[in-house]
């Protein structure tokens, strides 16, 4: 069955860095392009990055813009989220996502054209 596992979670400080990961199975890694989302306490779930298969076309966020990286590894079907300057603002659970594409150069922020989820890593930064 299709499956999303996330790892990499945790408690941080405040400027600090996170490395999520994502392992994916049960379809075929190479026809989907992935993201990340996240949900804070209280609030609705949000973008924050998406790359293409090919790696070549790749979006964020503006709130994490210039902090956050995000790549594949195609070979691995992993996808990972580098977190850098970590902010409290960012504390938030992060889901690893994929959506099916003919266009291998193109990624979605739109939460409605992802196929499936994850379950989440919490990400917590102290201030």
């Known amino acids: 069955q299709v499956q999303l596992v996330e790892s990499g979670g945790g408690l941080v400080q405040a400027g600090g860095s996170l490395r999520l990961s994502c392992v994916a199975s049960g379809f075929t890694f190479e026809v989907y392009f992935m993201g990340w989302f996240r949900r804070a306490p209280g609030k609705e779930r949000e973008f924050v990055a998406a790359?293409?298969?090919?790696?070549?076309?790749?979006y964020f966020a503006d709130s994490v813009k210039g902090r956050f990286t995000i790549s594949r590894d195609n070979a691995k079907n992993m996808v990972y989220l580098f977190m850098n300057s970590l902010k409290p603002e960012d504390s938030a659970v992060y889901y690893c996502t994929a959506g099916r594409t003919v266009n291998l150069s193109w990624a979605s922020m739109r939460e409605n054209e992802y196929d499936y989820w994850g379950q989440g890593t919490q990400a917590t930064v102290s201030s």
């Open positions: 790359i293409s298969v090919r790696g070549n076309s790749i």
